[in-house]
């Protein structure tokens, strides 16, 4: 279930998360920050042949039967686990696209049937991403989450876009996050340097569990929960119209030791959220719009103790209304599902850090930004 909860910087995709986790059934709880690898007990001995076997067995038949790798690995468990997941989504999906044809469509039940087959799709590709994580990863994991979020972070960067229907290319791209306690305040912006294009953005949200600022009470892992409102105004001076748009959205991470001991140090991401969208055109009356933005991601920690030390995240984001827009396929399908990225971040010291964003769907953008903590930092 996404950034430690921060601004999106405009692409409204979520937010990250934080501390180590110890695996399920664990004897000891790893220290906050700390490698995780002590905190559970060391895999069976596998030997070099059945572990690369067990890789090729996650690729196929893995790509059919999630969890076949771990099955071969010997962790029958978490095998079955992924499998039962994969399952679920399947039925999910097909169930919404059946919903939405036996409907068509109708409006009135369109918005359960596409948060349903997001989901559905998320649960899919999470428990195959999941299986071949398992597999690969070193012992330990990857990595483990901060044993707290900074109480500021900054971001400044520029951005590329190419979309052929705009003229619009390269853009400067700040945002701040501030935390105080449970509650998370950000503001970002997109400003065109070669054309008069803009796009704000302020988010407000409450996290009801996991991670906070150092002051606040240790968190288990990384798992969060947390509520968020925001508002984003996208001006199109030179093509002279705009869009305003309000949202809610619930959204979360589970770190996946939970499921087993080989997925430490990775976790998946859950958002389901409903937006309004309000158009003005010229010196017309605002026409509105509603939006569903559900948006799910598969990722990892990178590093333990000290630096370098962050996270990247495989990302599925359902709206249409950013740069990126929605995905460009032939047939019935198209215009309906929306974008992929990838993002990672990941920082050099206490205090400085990069973050690097790709998106793909009706046009193409790619960011990277300089990230500055202030002071005392995790």
């Known amino acids: 279930m996404t950034a430690p909860a921060q601004a999106d910087t405009g692409e409204g995709e979520g937010a990250p998360g934080s501390p180590a ?14 490698p995780p690898a002590t905190a559970a007990p060391a895999r069976k001995d596998v030997s070099t042949g059945r572990r690369a076997l067990a890789a090729a067995g996650a690729v196929f038949p893995g790509v059919v039967a999630h969890g ?42 369109i918005a359960p049937i596409v948060l349903a087959s997001v989901t559905g799709v998320g649960l899919f ?49 700040p945002g701040m996050d501030l935390r105080l306690s449970s509650l998370r305040l950000s503001g970002s912006g997109w400003f065109g340097l070669n054309d008069d294009n803009a796009r704000l953005r302020a988010e407000a949200a409450h996290r009801f569990i996991g991670p906070g600022t150092p002051d606040g009470p240790s968190a288990a892992d990384g798992s969060f929960l947390e509520l968020e409102g925001a508002l984003t105004h996208h001006r199109y001076t030179s ?52 939006l569903l933005i559900p948006h799910f991601a598969f990722g990892m920690y990178l590093g333990h103790a000290g630096y370098p030390r962050g996270e ?31 993002q990672g971040r990941l920082y050099a010291s206490p205090r400085w850090g990069l973050l690097a964003d790709v998106q793909a769907g009706s046009a193409y953008v790619g960011r990277l930004s300089l990230l500055f903590r202030p002071g005392d930092s995790p």
């Open 21 to 34: 986790v110890a695996a399920p059934g664990s004897p000891a709880m790893a220290a906050p920050g700390e």
């Open 68 to 109: 076949t790798g771990h099955l071969i690995l010997g962790e029958s468990r978490t095998g079955w686990t992924l499998l039962a997941l994969e399952g679920a989504g399947a039925g999910l999906a097909v169930g919404g696209v059946a919903g939405a044809a036996v409907s068509g469509a109708s409006r009135r039940v």
């Open 125 to 173: 590709g999470i428990s195959l991403l999941a299986d071949l994580y398992g597999v690969l990863a070193p012992e330990g994991g990857t990595g483990s989450p901060p044993s707290s979020l900074p109480w500021v972070e900054t971001q400044l960067g520029l951005a590329y876009v190419h979309d052929p229907t705009f003229a619009y290319r390269t853009f400067l791209v």
């Open 239 to 290: 093509d002279d119209f705009s869009i305003t748009t309000g949202e809610v959205t619930l959204q979360g991470r589970l770190d996946l030791a939970h499921i087993g001991r080989t997925l430490r140090g990775s976790f998946a991401e859950m958002g389901w959220g409903i937006a309004i969208e309000g158009y003005r055109n010229g010196g017309r009356p605002f026409e509105g719009n509603e």
């Open 312 to 342: 990247a995240k495989v990302v599925y984001g359902h709206r249409h209304d950013g740069y990126a827009g929605g995905a460009k396929i032939p047939g019935l399908g198209s215009g309906v599902p929306g974008h992929l990225g990838l």
